[in-house]
C-alpha cells in the first residue's frame, strides 16, 4: 500500500507540472496554426497582388507553410520541457549537408525564384543572355527554356541566368532601326540623302515622330558613309531592317548612286 501511495502521490505531483504545459501546448498549437494559415492567406494575395507566375504560388506558400510550422512545433516541444537544442542541431547540420550536395540546384532555384518574381523577362519577350539571343519559350524554378528563330532549343540554367546581364530586346514597344549606307565620294551627298528620305516617306510603318535622322558619320577608305536611324513599333524592326536594305540598293542602282566596296588599286612599275 505505501508504494501505491508514493507512486500516487508522484503522478498528482508530475500531473500538477506537466498538464499545465500540455494544456497551454496544445493552445498555443491550435492558435500557431490559424496564425499560419493566416499568414499563408496573406501571403497569397501578396503573390498575386504582385502577379507572381502561377505556378510558382502553390509552391512559395507550401513552403513558407511547411517552415512556419516546422518553428511552431520546436517551440511547443520546448514548452511541454523536451530538450529541442540536440534535435534542432542534428536539423541544421542536415540541411547543411543536403545544401551542400545539391549548391547547384539550390542556385538555379533561387535563380528562378528571383527571374518569376522580378520579372526581367516574360514568356515571348525575346531576350540575349548568357551568349544566346532568342525568343523565351518557357521559365520553369530551375531552367529557362528558350527557342532559337531556326526552332533549336536552349536550356539556360536560372542562377547563372537570374546573375548575369540581359538584354530584353522586346520589353518596349516601340525601336529604334539604324543603318549605315555608303556612297562613292563622286556621288552627291544632298541627292543620296534626298533619296533616303522618301524611302523613309514611303514606309507607312515608320514613324514620324520621333523624326528619321539622316546625316554623314564618315569618310571612310572607300566611301561616304551614311547613318539613318528611324523609329518604329517594335515587331517592325525586322521587316524594315531588310525592306530598306533591299529598296536601299535597287534605288540607289536606279538612281545612279554607286555603293563603293573594298578595293585596291595596284600600281605597276616597269624599270625597263
Not at 55 to 70: E, N, T, W
Amino acid at each position: 500500500m505505501d508504494n501505491v501511495q508514493v507512486y500516487t502521490e508522484e503522478a498528482i505531483k508530475l500531473a500538477m507540472i506537466y498538464v499545465p504545459k500540455v494544456v497551454l501546448a496544445i493552445v498555443t498549437l491550435l492558435i500557431g496554426f490559424a496564425v499560419i494559415k493566416s499568414i499563408v492567406n496573406a501571403v497569397s494575395k501578396g503573390l498575386s497582388r504582385k502577379e507572381v507566375d502561377p505556378s510558382l504560388q502553390p509552391f512559395l506558400k507550401s513552403l513558407i507553410s511547411a517552415l512556419l510550422k516546422i518553428a511552431l512545433i520546436i517551440t511547443v516541444a520546448s514548452m511541454v520541457g523536451i530538450q529541442t537544442t540536440s534535435f534542432v542541431a542534428v536539423l541544421g547540420a542536415a540541411g547543411l549537408a543536403v545544401g551542400l550536395a545539391l549548391q547547384g540546384s539550390l542556385s538555379n532555384f533561387a535563380g528562378g525564384v528571383l527571374i518569376l518574381i522580378l520579372k526581367p523577362f516574360k514568356v515571348g519577350d525575346v531576350i540575349t543572355a548568357q551568349g544566346f539571343t532568342a525568343k523565351v519559350h518557357e521559365i520553369q524554378i530551375f531552367n529557362t527554356i528558350l527557342k532559337t528563330g531556326d526552332n533549336q532549343t536552349i536550356i539556360l540554367p536560372n542562377g547563372p541566368l537570374a546573375n548575369s546581364p540581359i538584354t530584353n530586346i522586346t520589353a518596349e514597344p516601340t525601336r529604334r532601326v539604324d543603318f549605315v549606307f555608303g556612297i562613292g565620294y563622286g556621288d552627291d551627298i544632298q541627292k543620296a540623302k534626298a533619296t533616303l528620305s522618301q524611302l523613309i516617306a514611303a514606309d507607312e510603318r515608320i514613324f514620324k515622330d520621333p523624326a528619321p535622322f539622316i546625316v554623314v558619320s564618315e569618310l571612310a577608305d572607300s566611301s561616304v558613309n551614311l547613318i539613318v536611324r528611324v523609329w518604329c513599333n517594335a515587331g517592325d524592326y525586322w521587316p524594315i531592317k531588310f525592306d530598306m536594305t533591299e529598296n536601299v540598293k535597287l534605288t540607289f542602282d536606279k538612281e545612279g548612286i554607286s555603293i563603293p566596296f573594298p578595293q585596291v588599286d595596284a600600281h605597276i612599275i616597269n624599270e625597263n
